[in-house]
Structures are given as structure tokens and as C-alpha cells.
């Protein structure tokens, strides 16, 4: 749940950022700034990662992922 609010945060942060930046240009940062944040939660929901569908599938997922968090804490 937690990485689920991260990327809709990072996806809305940017889409406010880009909507500020284009608005300014444009002239219209209302309409602007709401399409970024708009466009910006569409993207924070494509981030997030899938979870696998058959129990094998979800077996190999759970063993990579505890694979690669090892090798993050070992340096």
C-alpha cells in the first residue's frame, strides 16, 4: 500500500510540476496546472507493478524480490 501512495505521489508531484511549467509558457496555469495533475495520476497509477496471477508465478516474483533486496543489504 505504501509504494501504491508513493508512485501516485511522485506521478502527481510530477504532472503538477510539468502542468506549472507549461501553464507559464502558455499563459493559462488554472487549465494547465490541472491537466499536469490530472495526467501526472494517470502516470503514478501505471507505475505500480502488477502482481502476479498464478500462485508459480507469484512463487518466482516472492524469490527474486527477496534475491534483490539481499543484495541491496550486502552493499
Known amino acids: 500500500m505504501a509504494k501504491e ?3 501516485t505521489g511522485l506521478g ?3 504532472g503538477a510540476a510539468l502542468g506549472a511549467v ?3 509558457l502558455a499563459g493559462h496555469v488554472g487549465a494547465w496546472l ?3 495533475v490530472a495526467i501526472g ?3 503514478g497509477v501505471s507505475m505500480r507493478r502488477k ?3 498464478c ?3 507469484a512463487a518466482i516474483h516472492k524469490m527474486h ?3 534483490t533486496n539481499q543484495e541491496r543489504a550486502d552493499g
Request: hydrophobic share 60%.
Open 22 to 24: 507549461f501553464g507559464v
Open 34 to 36: 490541472a491537466i499536469g
Open 41 to 43: 495520476m494517470l502516470l
Open 5 to 7: 501512495r508513493k508512485y
Open 12 to 14: 502527481l508531484a510530477l
Open 65 to 67: 524480490l527477496h534475491v
Open 55 to 57: 500462485p508459480q508465478c
Open 51 to 53: 502482481e502476479a496471477a
